[in-house]
């Protein structure tokens, strides 16, 4: 929901035209609509970055690139040195810095590991839990099986699974599809049914930059606070929470490039705790306390599966192969996997090796066969590609703060050397707002909490770039919604904010198919809660009453007041027959307010007097 709509051109869409067309020879044709722009380009992972050319007739810029093999590829436009999601994509890639779309180019015949079948499917929780390592509240997702809600007595083994750098907790998820991957080889009889935990890998991240007071967290902390978490807070609280299996038989973890480094450290100094290791396109230290690489009868006899895959064109290729190496000269055994047609250090790869690793989790016997066939690591040419902190810098430059949240204010930045005009929309605002350009071709605007009553309450935000409407390239929350998808603001020190709540207990939002539910947090569990529903905007998704609305946040912090008692939400297709014996059910429908603020003012009111 944005106010400044009206006085935004949005050149980049076209209500007739398919921004993707997929052709019989496997090719796919790009199609991007805007009539001021002096270039564009697509950038698609399975092609790299190419111009467009302008259609006179249509006034389309457009591109054929391929053949492509199927599977999910990022890509964006760039508009004049500006890269912008597809407007029209539902699919994106949810990230802490870059925004792109999702292309997914289905299977002429056969099927794709990652594809959505006609299976059992299992769900997926959105988790918040108050992390003594951080000092503040972390998020993490869980998926469980299909049978896990049938079966109130089983109990299941866990994998944690991390994504890589700048990549959220989200990413395994919506980009590597581990669920529909399991749910697929589950009904094949393929792997075990097993929880996979998905931690976010960069939680100090999370941490306001807001100084310190009342109930806005401390920022100073030192070790290594990812493990810390993992270990002392995430695990404990999903042990609590879902029936898991507590013994190092039954823990798996793993992760793709960071998180194959985060997940191969944990294990390996905890394997007490873990007994399958993965690594997907990393490595980690060879220099680990404990002795774990020196005493290698013990450290082999304590792991069921170390799975080690990289492809050959990554540029992590040379350092992986290294550690392979020195895993083979220390005579711990490892399953080795290499790949040579997935464009190097990619979410394909990742898929891919998750898709090969997830059979061999908690099945000792198929484990031990892997690890009987396992490729031998390639005899250095020294020809291979190194990890250096050149390469880093050139992948992962210092990123611009935006928002930068102050005291008394937020800070909106955005960098666009050649723009013309740059302008600050927001739904709080009537109109767009001037920014102001620096030496270094960055645009700020400095907003002040005077401005607008609502700047400390969530909303939904772009900037206008010449008259084309880009999301904030630096703001790892994007609104779910249909078509263009604006950011989220969401100042740490409003008393609905996750981060400002301190150690209070939370509930679970649930998804599955198109609904979702959330429950709350419920010490007594003979206590059935009150139900509301909540119906989301004409452009909106099941997911925005959450992600923009803070609707679960809101009720955590009513009930941890005593101000309301638990309370379940509703939102989107309910199952047949799901509200009898629930009688009138309170609703609350977001196209009956213009924005965010106005929407959670409204549900906190409703709450309330219930």
């Known amino acids: 929901m944005m106010m400044c709509l009206g006085v935004v051109s949005w050149a980049q869409s076209s209500a007739t035209q398919p921004s993707t067309i997929f052709n019989n020879d496997g090719t796919v044709t790009f199609q991007f609509k805007n009539d001021k722009a002096k270039s564009v380009q697509v950038d698609v992972q399975f092609a790299g970055r190419h111009d467009m050319k302008k259609d006179a007739k249509t006034g389309l810029w457009t591109v054929t690139l391929g053949p492509a093999a199927p599977d999910m590829y990022p890509y964006c436009f760039v508009v004049d040195g500006v890269s912008v999601m597809d407007p029209q994509c539902d699919q994106y890639f949810p990230n802490e810095g870059f925004k792109n779309s999702l292309l997914d180019i289905p299977a002429k015949t056969g099927s794709l590991a990652h594809d959505i079948k006609d299976v059992p499917h299992g769900s997926v929780n959105y988790i918040h839990y108050y992390s003594k390592s951080l000092g503040s509240t972390n998020q993490a997702i869980v998926y469980l099986p299909p ?33 529909y991957i399991l749910d697929n080889l589950l009904a094949e009889g393929k792997a075990k049914e097993m929880i996979i935990v998905l931690p976010y890998g960069n939680p100090s991240k999370l941490l306001s930059t807001v100084p310190a007071e009342a109930g806005v967290p401390q920022m100073r902390f030192g070790g290594d606070v990812f493990t810390k978490d993992v270990i002392n807070d995430l695990m404990p609280y999903v042990e609590q929470h879902y029936r898991t299996i507590n013994d190092r038989d039954h823990r798996a973890i793993g992760g793709f490039s960071r998180g194959g480094n ?23 230290s060879t220099t680990l306390p404990g002795g774990v690489y020196d005493n290698a009868d013990d450290t082999n006899s304590k792991i069921h599966l170390f799975w080690l895959g990289v492809g050959t064109d990554d540029f992590l290729f040379g350092t992986a192969r290294d550690y392979m190496e020195h895993l083979d000269k220390k005579g ?32 000792p016997e198929a484990s031990k066969a892997a690890l009987k066939d396992s490729q031998p690591t390639p005899v250095a040419t020294g020809n291979e590609s190194q990890l250096t902190p050149a390469v880093m810098g050139r992948l992962f430059p210092r990123p611009i703060t935006s928002p930068d949240y102050q005291k008394d204010g937020i800070i ?17 605002f009537d109109k767009p707002l001037p920014m102001t350009k620096d030496n270094d071709g960055v645009w700020s605007i400095e907003l002040k909490k005077e401005q607008s009553a609502n700047l400390f309450e969530p909303f939904t935000y772009y900037f206008s770039v010449d008259g084309m409407a880009v999301a904030d390239p630096n703001d790892m929350y994007l609104a779910p919604v249909k078509g263009f998808k604006p950011s989220v603001a969401n100042h740490p020190s409003n008393e609905y904010n996750f981060a400002a709540m301190g150690d209070i207990p939370h509930g679970t939002v ?3 198919r198109n609904r979702a539910t959330y429950m709350p947090a419920i010490a007594d569990r003979s206590e ?4 509301i529903r909540l119906v989301p905007g004409k452009d909106d998704t099941v997911e925005s009453w959450f992600k923009i609305g803070g609707a679960d946040a809101v009720v955590d912090k009513l009930v941890a007041d005593k101000k309301i008692k638990p309370v379940m939400i509703m939102i989107g297709e309910m199952r047949q027959g799901g509200q009898q014996g629930m009688g009138e059910v309170p609703t ?23």
């Open 147 to 179: 049978g896990y809600m049938r079966n109130r007595d089983k109990q299941y083994p866990v994998f944690y699974l991390i994504s890589g750098t700048t990549d959220t907790e989200e990413v395994y998820y919506k980009v590597g599809r581990m669920n």
């Open 262 to 284: 985060q997940g191969l450290m944990i294990g390996l100094t905890n394997l007490d705790k873990f007994s399958y290791l993965c690594s997907y396109s990393s490595f980690t």
């Open 332 to 363: 711990i055994r490892s399953v080795k996997e290499f790949t040579h047609d997935k464009f190097g250090h990619t979410w394909m790869n990742a898929k891919y090796f998750l898709t090969k690793t997830m059979p061999l989790l908690f099945n």
């Open 412 to 428: 909106f930045r955005f960098k666009a050397e050649n723009a013309q005009q740059v302008t600050f929309c927001a739904e709080i």
């Open 510 to 512: 649930s998804y599955s």
């Open 528 to 531: 059935r809660p009150a139900f």
């Open 588 to 610: 609350l429908k977001a196209d009956d307010f213009k924005t965010w603020p106005e929407r959670r003012k409204a549900l906190i009111k409703m709450l309330e007097s219930l």
